[in-house]
């Protein structure tokens, strides 16, 4: 049986079609030494997949029997299930029961020389849990069926290899034609009736593929943040159940290439089915996408490194005259014709861990950033310039003066995701919108005040407007900052300090001054008594002068104060 995928490959590279390369129950009963047999209770377990074969002897059979494994008996140690001497159809009730318990597929019985028939309620038992018990003519032998499921397991073994080679030729084949990941998981999805899912370390989905109903089920399932990330930390590599009380199985294999991590590939089978030869042909559709990715990797670094390199000089405004910036970014598939802001995104800085490096690296949390913003702000629109810097993301957002703040807001909430799977952190500024590409150098230099002051005001994260600056906006248009440092120690003397009771006075300070030193208002903002409150203020006088009657000392320190927020002092 062959199937053809949807991407045109030349003649030679067929692959046959997966579907039913596990061997069932059903598969058995057509097995020659099987011809006879009964099935005369659980043939809704008829599709279960046999992996051993196995012939009980003894009554307490429990703890040795396999997952997937078909028992066979003469039924005498049947008669003496429960451990009596009498014979007890309860204890076979119980025994079917312990069986599917522990994952028997198939219970196959010879009746006739020490069982003439089986009790009803052992029928019952395997009718409600699933467990076929097949009635064996009685001139059957054990090794002829034994030997005939072995033979039937290592062809069908043999041949789920040949097919998983033989994908790994097909795959390798697509990419050298061109082909990329889509491609892949296509070829994949149709060749195990599987969705496919092709994603970044921390989630970000790259390409899927599959039925409409399986992509749908596969999209349904708990494990996508509400931005679309693909939750990694929630599943591991090779088989697993799907999560909760969803059906099917999951199979997940690492995309790794000299070293680097470079995501995760997926495979969905809604109805189960899947096994050890889909994790092995997974792990080869993984190496091949690894080999997809490095070259569009090394494509996309040359061409990053042009559209950065022209984008830095439309920035800093030495690309041109405005039609010759207009014509470049036309022919790069740029627009830039229309109302923009310019978003700057930088990582925070974290502390690294202290220890080994990991056995597999990622790409730097840069490059990642880089690769996050670019995906998300094409979704949105695939004519806004993106580009990645050596410290920055810089995106040319099309949006209103009404609409920026909103629509960056979306952006970064999508970029951001849950946080999951090692995604850094990062600040973003936001310009004023501009309608003309030579505002573009003074909107630059907007964005990046904004993410600078914005991370210094509200710490890791922060999203920043220009417009939404007020004073800080003047104060970081002074170049030196030992002169603001300065100019706070002057006015605030001892309490421009870091100690925990200059912290503590320069909080009320700021209280008195929000307040018009009203010192009731300011005593009940601070759950202060009114007494305390006069306290601090004769000593905050002390320290700064009198600032309650002195209405240029309290601009000069509200701007002292200002400063040490914003400067970290």
Same mark, same amino acid.
């Given at each position: 049986m062959e199937s053809v995928a949807n991407v045109a490959r030349p003649q030679g590279r067929d692959v046959p079609a997966l579907s039913g390369y596990a061997l069932t129950v059903r598969d058995l +009963?057509?097995?020659?030494?099987?011809?006879?047999?009964?099935?005369v209770a659980g043939a809704s377990g008829l599709d279960q997949i046999v992996r051993w074969v196995n012939v009980m002897e003894v009554p307490d059979i429990l703890p040795w029997?396999?997952?997937?494994? +078909?028992?066979?008996?003469?039924?005498?140690? +049947?008669?003496?299930?429960?451990?009596?001497?009498?014979?007890?159809?309860?204890? +076979?009730?119980?025994?079917?029961?312990?069986l599917a318990d522990r994952g028997v597929t198939a219970l196959g019985v010879k009746t006739g020389r020490y069982l003439d028939e089986l009790p009803p309620g052992m029928l019952d038992t395997a009718e409600q849990r699933g467990l076929p018990l097949l009635v064996l003519p009685r001139t059957v032998a054990f090794d002829e069926v034994m030997s005939e499921v072995f033979t039937q397991l290592v062809d069908r073994q043999s041949w789920a290899l040949d097919v998983a080679d033989r994908l790994h030729r097909a795959l390798t084949a697509i990419v050298l034609e061109g082909g990329d990941l889509p491609q892949i998981a296509d070829e994949f999805a149709e060749l195990f009736d599987t969705a496919v899912l092709i994603c970044s370390p921390d989630g970000r989905v790259q390409t899927t593929a599959g039925e409409p109903a399986h992509a749908t089920a596969l999209a349904d399932l708990p494990l996508y943040d509400p931005s679309g990330r693909f939750r990694t930390e929630q599943v591991h590599a090779g088989l697993q159940n799907a999560p909760g009380d969803q059906p099917g199985q999951i199979v997940v294999a690492r995309v790794i290439a000299g070293g680097t991590d470079h995501g995760f590939i997926v495979a969905y089978g809604p109805k189960g089915g899947l096994g050890p030869i889909t994790v092995q042909a997974l792990e080869r559709?993984?190496?091949?996408?690894?080999?997809?990715?490095?070259?569009?990797?090394?494509?996309?670094?040359?061409?990053?490194?042009? %559209?950065?390199?022209?984008? %830095?000089?439309?920035?800093?405004?030495?690309?041109?005259?405005?039609?010759?910036?207009?014509?470049?970014?036309?022919?790069?598939?740029?627009?830039?014709? %229309?109302?923009?802001?310019?978003?700057?995104?930088?990582?925070?800085?974290?502390?690294e861990p202290v220890g080994p490096p990991p056995a597999v690296a990622g790409r730097t949390p840069q490059d990642r950033l880089t690769a996050a913003w670019q995906q998300v702000v094409r979704v949105r629109d695939r004519a806004a310039p993106v580009v990645g810097f050596s410290h920055e993301v810089v995106a040319l957002v099309p949006a209103t003066r009404e609409t920026v703040e909103s629509v960056v807001a979306d952006l970064v909430a999508t970029v951001s995701g849950d946080r999951g799977g090692g995604r850094r952190s990062f600040s973003t500024g936001i310009s004023r919108v501009v309608d003309s590409v030579a505002d573009l150098p003074t909107a630059y230099d907007q964005a990046r005040k904004a993410v600078l002051v914005g991370r210094r005001m509200r710490g890791a994260s922060a999203v920043a407007h220009f417009d939404s600056l007020g004073v800080h906006r003047l104060l970081s248009l002074v170049s030196d900052p030992d002169e603001l440092r300065t100019f706070a120690a002057e006015v605030l003397g001892t309490l421009a300090g870091d100690t925990s009771e200059s912290t503590d006075l320069r909080h009320t300070l700021q209280v008195l001054l929000d307040t018009n030193c009203n010192v009731a208002e300011t005593a009940r903002a601070l759950h202060f008594h009114y007494n305390t409150l006069r306290y601090r203020i004769g000593k905050l006088e002390s320290i700064v002068g009198p600032f309650t009657s002195d209405a240029d000392l309290r601009l000069d320190i509200a701007l002292a104060l200002r400063v040490v927020q914003m400067r970290g002092l």
């Open positions: +009963l057509a097995l020659p030494s099987l011809t006879g047999a009964d099935v029997v396999k997952p997937n494994e +078909l028992l066979l008996t003469t039924g005498f140690p +049947l008669r003496h299930a429960g451990g009596g001497q009498a014979f007890d159809p309860s204890a +076979l009730a119980e025994l079917v029961d312990g559709a993984a190496t091949v996408a690894a080999l997809a990715i490095t070259k569009q990797l090394a494509v996309s670094a040359v061409e990053s490194k042009f %559209r950065g390199d022209f984008l %830095r000089d439309a920035l800093t405004g030495v690309a041109g005259t405005v039609d010759q910036v207009v014509e470049h970014c036309r022919q790069l598939g740029w627009d830039v014709v %229309r109302p923009l802001a310019v978003v700057v995104a930088q990582l925070d800085e974290v502390v």
